[in-house]
């Protein structure tokens, strides 16, 4: 079954730092695109990071590079968000979605809170 779970949310104060981990079944990370997305309350969502799967290459909107590195692990098969220096405008619910072929496959969700 194809299925990304994701976990590592939580409350915290701004500039401390928190992990997301995005736990992937029924494909292989690194196989395709994947990456983190995010969405405040009253916004679109957009898309925060992601890893290439051409070339490995990750990238990051502007606001969070610096502070946010994603990674991924074979063994395991999950893809990592370190977020550092947290700000209360990263408050929202985190995303780990996956471009598989013509399908984009997403996870539950977790929600992220910065307080000031």
């Known amino acids: 079954e194809l299925q990304l779970v994701e976990s590592g949310g939580g409350l915290v104060q701004a500039g401390g730092s928190l992990r997301l981990s995005c736990a992937a079944s029924?494909?292989?990370?690194?196989?395709?695109?994947i990456g983190w997305l995010r969405q405040a309350p009253g916004k679109e969502r957009e898309g925060v990071s992601c890893?290439?799967?051409?070339?490995?290459?990750?990238r990051y909107i502007d606001s969070v590079k610096g502070r946010f590195t994603i990674s991924s692990d074979s063994a395991k098969n999950t893809v990592y968000l370190h977020m550092n220096n947290l700000k209360p405008d990263d408050t929202a619910v985190y995303y780990c979605a996956a471009a598989l072929g013509s399908v984009a496959l997403w996870g539950q969700g977790t929600q992220v809170t910065v307080s000031s």
């Open positions: 029924g494909f292989v990370v690194g196989d395709d695109d």
């Open positions: 890893i290439s799967s051409r070339d490995g290459n990750a």
